[in-house]
């Protein structure tokens, strides 16, 4: 029975998951794909260099929004089944949102790199994973410029942050070793996500980040 909530879980939060702010509000508010703009990607990065701040408040809260909904679904889901599982609940259904962000069904599965994704389902299941990753990530931006260096070194302390929170060992005794795994899956599917990153980064032509849009 518990494998039937968990699915119901992780169909709930991809749907949710695969309503990508930056979409959305490109084609409602300038009549245009985000996708097709800048570097072809529909996150939060792009859509601020090629629209600017008050459309970029509007992908953040839907994009926040979708995935604390999700995992607050998820965790009323799990603990009208068992309280015992509430966490995993959130941490499942928060976690195929950012699924659905990267690969929207809506939208042909071609979303964004699930950053923002990533950082608020960590703020909402621990507040000091969340800390610890800002921290890393404004230093980096800060000492680079690199919006996108940042985001992979974050992606891949992402996963080691929640094992340190949920210790393996710790983990297969109490069942709540999907936690780590799922953190796991996301800090490499981000890095993944970052391909093209990674080698412009390498290459040298990776653009630096700049509070002014695009002209």
Do not use: Q
Not at 40 to 53: D, I, K, P, S
Not at 132 to 155: D, E, H, M, N, R
């Amino acid at each position: 029975m518990i494998v039937f909530w968990f699915a119901v879980c992780a169909v709930i939060g991809y749907l949710l998951g695969s309503f990508n702010g930056a979409i959305l509000i490109s084609r409602w508010f300038r009549k245009e794909d985000i996708r097709s703009k800048g570097s072809g990607n529909a996150g939060l990065t792009n859509f601020y260099r090629n629209y600017g701040g008050t459309d970029t408040l509007l992908v953040l809260l839907i994009d926040v929004g979708k995935t604390v909904a999700a995992c607050f679904i998820g965790r009323a889901i799990m603990r009208s089944y068992d309280p015992v599982w509430f966490d995993e609940g959130a941490m499942l259904c928060g976690g195929f949102s950012v699924i659905g962000h990267i690969f929207p069904i809506w939208f042909g599965f071609r979303g964004g790199k699930g950053i923002l994704t990533c950082g608020t389902l960590a703020a909402f299941i621990d507040w000091r994973i969340i800390m610890i990753l800002l921290v890393v990530f404004a230093a980096i931006l800060i000492l680079t410029k690199y919006v996108s260096l940042g985001s992979i070194i974050c992606a891949v302390l992402y996963p080691f942050l929640f094992w340190i929170r949920y210790p393996i060992d710790k983990n297969i005794e109490e069942g709540t070793i999907m936690m780590t795994i799922m953190a796991f899956c996301l800090g490499a599917l981000a890095v993944y996500m970052h391909h093209g990153n990674i080698k412009r980064l390498r290459e040298g032509t990776e653009n630096k980040f700049s509070f002014h849009k695009k002209k």
